[in-house]
């Protein structure tokens, strides 16, 4: 179970960490992979000249391990996944700047992690110990909006923005004086329309996210919904209940007691972990689609064709959709494109790729209720099948403090006899599109 190299790649190759524990395989083992991989495989695994390389990507960084012996390549994926986690935590932000201005420390966790390429412990907790070097903090980076950009829920005066949650761990106490934990409903929705808005496919894959700036091991009492049913446990939904598919827990929750009164009792570990994940399988109602795509494509003339693309949001106009980004694209055999925004459109910008023939359109704060459209002018050859030819449209969004599968923690309590114990406790949720597509073709 051991490895020969560790390194931790820049998003443009370069080499941010590198270790070499047993002098067994090329030091150009990088130059090697990047000719190698395949841009758009998020975890490869692949041998080359007895060399075996496997690597895990977080918000564009690449974390490769070589080893020239027959390691299972779970083993390694867990291994740098758990690195990603670890180096996140301490580091405050994941991305370029932040490892480089941390290097060094990040050097100390490796190699404490590590063992001449032997794997010692990668528990943020337990490492802690043994961890001197203090984290020079840096501001969230866009690649990871997508997991943090997620509005702080006011529901007391202890307000904080809520990048306060990229802090670094070594830092939880330092400045402020305070406790903190932050916990994130994430609803991730997948579906598929038909060009007449009908729905094909459904799902939503979620997660309760934590982590942890607590001093000592307070116990943490967590209660969900009081009608919330999981029909993997051979439980029916009755009228108003919110009913799960599945659910799994982290190994520090109580399962006994979740089932019995619906509350999620644990000692969280330091740092970020997932406390559960959860799965719906089927639409439940018409009210969890938050976007209805309306594609209508008309012949202005015999080579001229228009795509008028009207897209509602259905969800409550107290809420908003957060960088909503539309994609379709024309006909390959199409000579150009030409894009009109809806008169008095805000906050709203298009492009289009001649070389690959793609409409993006952004709208960066699209309200809740509200309807927003486009359209898109093309010329194709008159024999052209241009039904068939579409692309299909897809959607990208977040609505922060928005969760379309209505799970939601109702209390978080900390159970600590000491009263000045008093820690900042913060709530959120965000739904985000992992897939949401609606296809043109004829048939679909």
């Not at 997991?147 to 830092?171: D, E, F, N, Q, Y």
Request: aromatic letters at 8%; charged letters at 20%.
């Amino acid at each position: 179970m051991t490895i020969s190299q560790l390194f931790v790649l820049a998003p443009n190759g370069h080499t941010i960490v590198h270790k070499d524990y047993r002098g067994d395989v090329s030091k150009d083992a990088p130059e090697i992979f990047l000719r190698k991989v395949v841009d758009k495989l998020d975890a490869p695994i692949f041998t080359v000249d007895g060399v075996n390389y496997v690597c895990v990507r977080k918000n564009g960084i690449t974390f490769l391990a070589t080893t020239v012996y027959n390691v299972p390549p779970a083993f390694i994926i867990e291994l740098l996944t758990q690195l990603t986690k670890v180096c996140k935590d301490y580091i405050g932000v994941l991305n370029e700047e932040s490892l480089r201005k941390n290097f060094t420390l990040v050097y100390e966790l490796v190699d404490e992690i590590l063992d001449f390429g032997w794997p010692q412990s990668a528990s943020t907790a337990e490492l802690q110990p043994f961890i001197f070097n203090k984290a020079a903090e840096v501001s969230a980076s866009k690649e990871t909006v997508s997991r943090t950009g997620l509005s702080a829920l006011k529901a007391a005066p202890k307000t904080m923005s809520s990048k306060a949650v990229h802090k670094p761990i070594s830092m939880k106490n330092e400045g402020t004086g305070k406790n903190e934990i932050f916990v994130d409903v994430i609803d991730r929705i997948s579906a598929t329309f038909d060009s007449s808005g009908r729905v094909r496919t459904f799902a939503i894959d979620g997660s309760i996210q934590m982590k942890s700036y607590l001093t000592g091991e307070p116990t943490l009492h967590l209660a969900l919904n009081n009608e919330l049913v999981i029909a993997g446990m051979g439980q029916r939904a009755g009228y108003g209940m919110i009913e799960l598919d599945n659910v799994n827990f982290h190994e520090c929750v109580n399962v006994d007691q979740f089932e019995a009164d619906r509350m999620l009792t644990l000692q969280p570990p330091h740092g970020e972990f997932v406390l559960m994940n959860f799965h719906i399988g089927s639409m439940r109602s018409e009210s969890q689609i938050p976007f209805r795509i309306s594609p209508m494509l008309s012949a202005l003339s015999e080579y001229k064709q228009e795509l008028r693309l009207q897209i509602r949001a259905e969800f409550p106009d107290k809420f908003h959709g957060a960088n909503v980004k539309v994609v379709f694209t024309v006909p390959k055999s199409s000579t150009g494109a030409t894009v009109e925004l809806a008169p008095g459109a805000k906050q709203q910008t298009w492009e289009y790729d001649d070389a690959t023939k793609s409409v993006t359109w952004l709208i960066r704060k699209f309200p809740g209720g509200s309807t927003q459209a486009v359209s898109c002018k093309f010329v194709v050859k008159s024999e052209t099948n241009v039904a068939k030819e579409m692309g299909p449209v897809s959607l990208a969004f977040e609505i922060p403090m928005y969760n379309i599968s209505q799970l939601q923690v109702q209390h978080l309590k900390i159970v600590e006899r000491n009263k000045s114990y008093n820690p900042h406790r913060w709530v959120r949720c965000l739904t985000h599109a992992e897939s949401y597509v609606c296809r043109m073709g004829a048939g679909s």
